[in-house]
């Protein structure tokens, strides 16, 4: 990942976010290079949703600028917009799994959208897709009602990788998953980061999660972000961010990492 | 071999085996191009095969994807295929997932039978079987409700009651008066220049008076109601199910019936006959305005004729109607709302067939009912 020139993948400048009179972002700043995994955290109602879909372009900031691979993304031409949409994936919180198609129609979305390809060729790549995210190809058949919350986040992680993104965003990834299935999820991400060279961004609550598979971190307090390390953050003093990393389940997060030696 | 050859593949023998060369575009974007190249390898070949990534621009998952299922097909699984060229390191996973895949599909999959279609067959009677002991069980459960309402004040939901005679009644005053009033209008109308032919102008007020107490006034009305409330109904209801919301009223100890289904049924009940009663009046309206107009019949002189066309029941005939047809139109809404599972495409389908079939309902009990009063002269 030293081939990577120094433009962030993702800067976010000053961004300004509020909902009438409730200010969420204000002045917030992140930056996210290339293969790193990047996860958000922040209390309930901080605003990483928001700040997602700032970056997502499903929300025009109220202020602030939002560069992807170094383009602005408010003033990109509809063309353009096209093409960089194309290079992330997004899962989001609720699998957001099209419940009238199956899993791999799903899957076949995107690809059907923007390429033309045959039958066959879709079908495979479904396949391939599944596969990737440890479903079995018999699972393409079936219906989002039909599957398991963990298939279900597994099958919108599918259909974010239709399109061989380069940069993933997952809101939410872990949440309401069991510990077993939830590790399992981590191990697979990491594994997919190494295979595919991706770089994501990862809403998280999951404290396991955090230690087990992010580079940096990034905590919502105030309004603003302060980002770094996981080593930074344990040292942080601000009370939120340190109540956060000193809580009883963080330190069993933290010892199982340590023990683990997972991300050395 | 340094110029790009338009083609992304190219095939040469070398040693005992074969070696692929990998050129150009190897991106997702190139994918149709390579599909249609892979396509065109014979499928004949054996020995060791070569994949030259030396020359491949961007390769992008997808297309090594098509590669190795390609070769696998044409049946280079078991001799090998070797990779050279600096290839993506991808492969190493595309490789397990393809062992994965073989594993995975060594069941075959059922093929169509006789067997399978009288198997269909049945499984649909069986489906149908439950469907109507589940339509009876709806009914007998808002029986029960209802019974349970004059031991137990609680399961009386006035709120809730208030709220869709409001939703369901009041707000659609305006709807239901215009369209009596211009179908009265119409009806009166076409009745005016048929009758005039023979001088029987008068005979227009009989038409539009009988016409609109004992048919239209409650059939326009409750048509509309169905199209308003039947499908608000299927959707509120199939909306909370899709969420979980009955579920967790009936964890909570409280019946969704009683809740959600009840309180529809009665506040149509109460609220369609009042409408009826509306539209009657607007009904007569119009054909008072057009007789003015268009006949030049006076309109004291249109409510002398009416009286006297009028038999006591007819007014009758008409409104007792409104009740029966409420029921119909709020049972077969809350039904096919309860009836929503799993999906927002389940959610529209059972909206349209909840409309469909409550109108359908209603014009069929029209039908019973004007047999019936033919019989019984009412």
């Known amino acids: ?264 | 071999m340094h110029e790009v050859v338009a083609a992304p593949l190219m095939l040469e023998p070398e040693g005992d085996g074969w070696r692929l060369l990998l050129n150009g575009d190897w991106s997702l974007a190139a994918l149709p191009r390579i599909e249609a190249q892979l396509k065109g390898l014979p499928s004949n070949l054996s020995g060791k095969v070569s994949c030259d990534w030396t020359q491949a621009a961007a390769p992008g998952i997808s297309p090594a994807w098509a590669l190795l299922q390609r070769l696998a097909d044409i049946g280079f699984r078991d001799t090998g295929v070797v990779h050279t060229g600096n290839p993506p390191d991808f492969l190493q996973l595309l490789e397990r997932l393809q062992a994965d895949r073989h594993a995975a599909l060594a069941v075959p999959p059922a093929h169509q039978t006789l067997e399978g279609l009288v198997g269909k067959l049945g499984r649909w009677a069986v489906v149908q079987g439950r469907h109507a002991r589940g339509v009876i069980a709806f009914f007998g459960r808002i029986a029960k409700v209802i019974g349970e309402m004059f031991s137990r004040r609680q399961a009386v939901r006035g709120s809730s009651l208030g709220r869709h005679i409001y939703e369901t009644g009041v707000t659609a005053i305006p709807i239901v008066s215009l369209i009596a009033f211009l179908i009265s209008v119409i009806v009166a109308y076409l009745g005016a220049q048929q009758l005039a032919r023979f001088g029987a102008d008068i005979f227009v007020v009989d038409l539009v008076t009988i016409a609109v107490l004992r048919e239209m006034g409650v059939l326009l009305t409750a048509v509309i109601v169905a199209g308003r409330s039947g499908s608000a109904f299927a959707a509120e209801i199939g909306v909370m199910r899709l969420n979980e919301e009955t579920d967790a009223l009936r964890a909570m100890g409280m019946n969704p019936i009683e809740l959600l289904v009840v309180p529809r049924v009665l506040a149509l009940v109460i609220a369609l006959p009042l409408l009826t009663v509306i539209a009657d009046a607007m009904g007569l309206a119009g054909g008072a305005l057009l007789s003015l107009i268009n006949l030049h019949i006076p309109v004291q002189e249109f409510t002398a004729r009416m009286r006297e066309s009028l038999s006591t029941t007819t007014f009758w005939a008409g409104l007792i109607k409104a009740p029966v047809f409420a029921a119909l139109i709020a049972i077969v809404g809350t039904y096919r709302g309860m009836q929503v599972r799993d999906s927002a495409r389940e959610l529209g389908r059972l909206t349209t067939v909840a409309v469909v079939q409550s109108i359908f309902m209603v014009i069929l009990a029209d039908a019973l009912f004007a047999v019936l009063f033919v019989q019984i002269h009412f």
Not at chain 1, 21 to 49: C, P
Not at chain 1, 160 to 188: R, Y
Not at chain 1, 190 to 201: A, D, E, I, M
Not at chain 1, 252 to 259: H, L, N, S, V
């Open chain 1, 1 to 264: 990942m030293q081939d990577a020139d120094d433009t962030p993948v993702i800067r976010v400048r000053g961004l300004r976010n509020h909902f009438g009179t409730q200010v969420v972002h204000d002045g917030l700043d992140m930056e996210v290079h290339q293969g790193e995994i990047f996860g958000v955290v922040g209390g309930s109602g901080a605003g990483k949703s928001v700040l997602l879909h700032s970056i997502l372009g499903l929300r025009r900031p109220d202020g602030g600028t939002v560069e992807l691979y170094g383009s602005d993304v408010e003033h990109l031409a509809s063309k353009d917009r096209s093409t960089l949409v194309q290079t992330y994936g997004v899962t989001f919180q609720n699998g957001a799994l099209i419940s009238s198609l199956t899993v791999a129609q799903n899957i076949q979305l995107p690809l059907r959208e923007h390429y033309a390809l045959s039958e066959k060729n879709l079908d495979s790549l479904a396949e391939l897709n599944l596969l990737m995210v440890g479903l079995q190809p018999a699972d393409g058949a079936k219906f989002p009602s039909q599957l398991s919350g963990g298939m279900i986040k597994r099958a919108a992680l599918a259909r974010a990788l239709a399109l061989e993104p380069k940069l993933l965003f997952l809101d939410e990834p872990t949440a309401g998953l069991d510990p077993i299935s939830a590790a399992a999820f981590d191990e697979l991400l990491l594994y997919l980061h190494s295979q595919l060279r991706l770089t994501v961004v990862m809403i998280t609550h999951d404290l396991d999660t955090l230690f087990k598979t992010c580079s940096r971190v990034g905590v919502i307090v105030e309004k603003r972000m302060i980002s770094g390390s996981l080593e930074d953050m344990l040292r942080n003093i601000q009370p939120w961010i340190h109540d956060y990393f000193h809580g009883a389940r963080a330190r069993a997060a933290e010892r199982e990492t340590a023990e683990g030696e997972v991300h050395g």
